[in-house]
């Protein structure tokens, strides 16, 4: 996590948003905060300095924590949002209620606000990896099955050779197993002895 968290906070009261930084400060959270109240002024701090976390209360007049969520979703939707209300309560069962809210805290409740906050920016750090992997998954399962159509045209056999094991792709070319593999389907293969083979060079 960044050592100074740069946040937006959707609120429209001064004297609420005091309290909040003084519960982020009493939670030891290292950050800087930014308070808006409209929509242009939202807009603008998103494009000239996208923040760590957004925060917003629900019931604002002029510019509802919907409208803010819907304007954090397609300016920046990869980052925290959270509802910082007394509007909400946890029977209203807010993932329900209002998708793509990271979480929430109470205004009643401001002491959970600091470890929410960074425990939400440390999930958002493994997102990345998480989308990377998906993605990474994807790409094999796509080459596998171009490979498994490719053959399917030949009967559905994989010419290999009964002696060596070296694979012959569409092109005639006899290759090893790892080769092949790593070619058509990008798959990387690490190399070890199975138990059984281990068992034979056992002094």
């Not at 979480?103 to 998480?130: F, W």
């Not at 990377?132 to 053959?151: D, F, K, P, S, T």
Request: glycine share 6%; hydrophobic share 40%.
């Amino acid at each position: 996590m960044k050592t100074e968290v740069r946040i937006v906070f959707v609120e429209d009261a001064p004297a609420e948003a005091a309290l909040v930084e003084q519960a982020l400060q009493r939670g030891g959270l290292a950050f800087h905060m930014q308070r808006v109240e409209t929509r242009e002024d939202f807009l603008r701090v998103l494009a000239s300095q996208p923040p760590d976390v957004i925060l917003s209360d629900h019931g604002l007049p002029s510019f509802d924590g919907f409208a803010a969520l819907a304007v954090a979703h397609k300016q920046c939707p990869h980052v925290p949002f959270l509802f910082v209300t007394n509007a909400l309560t946890r029977e209203m069962e807010i993932e329900k209620l209002t998708p793509g809210v990271t979480d929430y805290v109470l205004k009643s409740q401001l002491h959970l606000l600091a470890p929410t906050i960074c425990r939400v920016l440390r999930e958002a750090e493994t997102r990345p990896m998480s989308r990377w992997m998906q993605e990474e998954r994807e790409r094999i399962e796509g080459n596998l099955l171009a490979l498994l159509v490719e053959y399917e045209r030949a009967g559905g056999y994989l010419p290999i050779c009964s002696n060596c094991k070296k694979i012959r792709d569409g092109q005639d070319v006899w290759q090893s197993p790892e080769i092949f593999f790593r070619k058509y389907a990008g798959l990387k293969f690490s190399h070890g002895l199975c138990p059984d083979c281990a068992d034979k060079f056992k002094v």
